[in-house]
């Protein structure tokens, strides 16, 4: 089936400007996670859905960043006044979202944001 | 804290020749362990997890896992390595409890073979 789809997956945007990052999880998964990934490092949890709500956001960087899911399954992740710090791959990762059971998460391609 | 430690950034290794790529972790409680490959221009890809029971566990690729809950560690082993598998191995632990999900990373060991 479907993996994990995420659009675009190449942005070079400016100082400055605002980016939209989009997540197209699995179809049935109801556990969606953004993380970030700078060269040469692991990836860096940003935040996690359980359906509509953000269950964890406790590493988004600043209020800069902020993600929706408005409707429990495609996500947005929006950064406004970019910097050059932020530019990375953002990846993101979608799991069936058991309750308090385990879990796996499965990943998408990413999307290379570079800011100029 | 929370962390995952991958003490070797690169390994370099004989084609056929064995392979364990080293991952200790410091977490409140037994976490859920994970191993990920990032291959160049790939997404990570799951090859093994453990979540409970025997603490022996197989991967896909040939690859297995064993944990070690006195020594906090998750080693990844291979008995016999193939050129295909030089890519960037990710050791990670994720909470067990309700809404603790997010995945905590290591660094990341980039394997090389040589043929």
């Known amino acids: 089936g479907a993996g994990v789809s995420q659009t675009p997956s190449n942005k070079v945007t400016e100082k400055g400007k605002y980016v939209e990052l989009r997540c197209d999880p699995i179809?049935?998964?109801?556990?969606l996670y953004w993380y970030r990934q700078s060269l040469g490092q692991g990836p860096e949890f940003l935040i996690y859905f359980q359906g509509t709500g953000a269950a964890d956001d406790s590493g988004l960087p600043n209020d800069r960043f902020f993600a929706v899911r408005p409707e429990g399954s495609v996500s947005t992740l929006k950064i406004q006044r970019t910097e050059r710090g932020d530019s990375a791959v953002y990846l993101c990762?979608?799991?069936?979202?058991?309750?308090?059971?385990?879990?796996?998460?499965?990943f998408g391609p990413g999307t290379r944001l570079t800011v100029l | 804290a929370q962390s995952v430690t991958q003490p070797d950034i690169h390994i370099t290794v004989s084609e056929g020749a064995s392979l364990e790529l080293r991952c200790n972790y410091s977490y409140g409680a037994t976490p859920y362990l994970f191993w990920y490959v990032q291959s160049p221009g790939q997404g990570l890809q799951l090859l093994l997890k453990y979540f409970s029971g025997d603490t022996l566990v197989q991967g896909i690729k040939g690859f297995e896992a064993e944990f070690k809950r006195s020594q906090s560690s998750f080693n990844l082993r291979k008995p016999s390595v193939h050129w295909s598998d030089a890519a960037e191995y990710f050791c990670?632990?994720?909470?067990?409890?309700?809404?603790?999900?997010?995945?905590?990373w290591g660094l990341g060991t980039s394997l090389a073979v040589n043929p």
């Open positions: 179809s049935g998964h109801t556990a």
């Open positions: 990670a632990v994720g909470g067990r409890a309700g809404n603790n999900r997010k995945l905590i």
């Open positions: 990762a979608s799991s069936l979202g058991y309750r308090g059971g385990p879990d796996t998460q499965y």
